[in-house]
């Protein structure tokens, strides 16, 4: 019962937040300077276009109008047409969601499969010389700006070793050979899906400078988190009965110790991929990939502000939404945790 009142409380927080987050954007959207209704009205627009680029949109009511406006064609899943393309918001951000996900999800991945490993040793070797570089290691994987280790991973394995690509996600030649069909949205899973095993692998390639990029910052996340918490576990009585009873070290470490110890884990994790869909936009735009980065800095450069806020809300309802996702796995899972 009350882990039905800690949802239905956490439920109703994140529709607040989510609320609140929209007004926000949209008020702070409209007191920018700029001209949206010139914009709406395309190149050379006569100061009739302008007049009626203003009706249009609403701009020539008071501003809680044009939030009215706004919240009403929100609630029936409309975002309001883009300045630029007049192509429906919400239709443009889906048409590049997939591949921005699927860069999160191949970076998270790399992060789980390095954090986890590092961060279990560093405990179990406390003060120790690995646990001083992963510590090194992690502090320095949190601190370094993404775009700034995206031009350096450039220079590095691009311009010096010339063994990874620059920038996109596939050759050109592969791409518009014909054979290449997108399905789903998501390059990699369309080249998986259509059986095009040379695009996928081409693709994987790819990505490598950038999921290694998007992954640095949840690397270190990981390994500081399993660490402090595999210390704490392997203090308590049942790991010391486990080793008085002969039990192989390996699966004190792995088995019993990491089984308690990766709650948290997973909780930073869930939130650290609601954070990187952010700190996507760097790097998406730096290594010149289709997504969601690219259409929010097309939208920041030309002022398109329908589009701003709506890549805005996105992103609002995939962090506030893995938030409560992991406060309730979490609740559930950890029967320590006081539901209030």
Do not use: C
Not at 42 to 67: E, W
């Amino acid at each position: 019962m009350k882990l039905r009142y800690y949802i239905i409380r956490r439920l109703l927080i994140s529709i607040l937040v989510f609320f609140g987050v929209v007004v926000f954007t949209f008020v702070i959207s409209r007191v920018v300077p700029s001209n949206p209704a010139a914009l709406y009205a395309g190149s050379h627009p006569t100061a009739q276009d302008i007049a009626s680029a203003k009706k249009i949109l609403h701009l020539d009511q008071p501003l809680y109008v044009q939030l009215y406006y706004y919240l009403t064609s929100l609630v029936q899943g409309n975002f309001g047409n883009s300045l630029l393309t007049h192509q429906p918001v919400l239709k443009s951000i889906l048409e590049v969601l997939p591949n921005t996900l699927t860069l999160i999800s191949v970076s998270m991945i790399l992060a789980f499969i390095i954090g986890i490993p590092m961060g279990v040793l560093s405990a179990v070797r406390m003060r120790g010389w690995f646990d001083k570089v992963s510590r090194v290691f992690a502090a320095v994987s949190v601190s370094l700006p993404s775009f700034w280790l995206a031009l350096l991973f450039q220079i590095f394995f691009f311009g010096f070793l010339h063994i990874l690509p620059l920038e996109g996600y596939l050759n050109p030649n592969l791409q518009f050979s014909g054979n290449f069909h997108t399905v789903t949205g998501s390059y990699l899973i369309d080249a998986l899906i259509t059986g095009n095993s040379p695009a996928f692998w081409n693709i994987l390639w790819h990505m490598i400078l950038p999921a290694m990029t998007l992954a640095a910052y949840p690397i270190g996340l990981i390994i500081r988190q399993v660490r402090s918490s595999m210390i704490g576990v392997m203090q308590e009585n049942y790991i010391r009965t486990a080793r008085a009873y002969g039990v192989g070290q390996l699966r004190i470490e792995f088995s019993y110790s990491l089984k308690n110890a990766i709650i948290p884990t997973l909780v930073v994790l869930g939130l650290t991929f609601a954070y990187s869909l952010t700190g996507a936009f760097f790097v998406e735009e730096i290594f010149g990939l289709s997504g969601v980065g690219q259409l929010a800095a097309l939208a920041i450069l030309s002022s398109d502000y329908p589009t701003i806020v709506g890549v805005t809300i996105i992103g609002t309802i995939f962090y506030v939404g893995i938030n409560l996702v992991t406060d309730i796995a979490q609740a559930a899972l950890d029967p320590r945790i006081v539901l209030d």
